[in-house]
């Protein structure tokens, strides 16, 4: 008898053990969340002129390593994914999170986006016409130099969405390309993504 609740026991503490969710990552391929958060914050500042800092975020690294294209077998992202979210509830006008994606080497910015959180806590809809937003796609690429200025072009637009306030404008120079995501709400550029 003893011996079957010893196993018991033993076996309910392994599957604890198991169910445990998964501790957060402090570190993927030499980059410390802390470091990565500061990376993307700067970035913030940079490319979109908004003051957020890493104070009262929950930070999260993801290890490109673990998401995996079930089709490809190749991972999803070319560098490591941060994320920072408020733990206090946004209030309107407030940076809900900011999300980046950094190659671990460079500690280049591959991918920025921002969550702007709209009037009582959700999103206006409004129309805008498209190329009132495409011309904000592409001013933003020529202030900040993302791509050669004097040959870049829009090779698509993405299809209006009710699932999202945003509208992507792909662009490329002929050696590079990227993707502009611009909040149809704000009429501004919230997102961009090398590929």
């Known amino acids: 008898m003893k011996k079957l609740v010893y196993i018991s026991i033993f076996v309910l503490c392994c599957l604890l053990a198991g169910c445990r969710a ?17 990376i993307a914050a700067t ?14 975020r929950e930070i999260t690294l993801e290890d490109p390593s673990q998401l995996i294209d079930s089709a490809t077998g190749k991972p999803i992202y070319k560098g490591i994914p941060v994320h920072a979210l408020l733990k206090d509830k946004p ?31 959700e999103r206006a809809t409004q129309e805008v016409p498209e ?9 933003f690429i020529r202030t900040q130099k993302l791509l ?12 209006v969405s009710t699932q999202t306030s945003k509208r992507y404008f792909y662009y490329s120079d002929g050696q ?5 995501g611009v909040d149809t709400d704000l009429q501004q550029v919230v997102t961009f993504t090398y590929d």
Do not use: C, M, W
Request: no cysteine; charged share 25%.
């Open 22 to 38: 998964q501790a957060p990552l402090e570190q993927v391929q030499g980059l410390s969340k802390e470091e990565a958060a500061q």
């Open 176 to 180: 590079h390309a990227i993707a502009i």
């Open 91 to 121: 209030a309107a006008g407030d940076i809900y999170g900011f999300h980046a994606i950094i190659e671990p080497q460079t500690r280049q910015v591959l991918s920025l986006s921002v969550d702007v959180i709209g009037t009582d806590g």
């Open 131 to 139: 190329e009132a937003l495409e011309k904000a796609a592409a001013d």
């Open 43 to 56: 970035a913030v500042r940079k490319y979109y002129h908004l003051q957020v800092d890493t104070k009262n």
């Open 148 to 159: 050669a200025p004097a040959s870049f072009e829009l090779v698509k637009t993405s299809d």
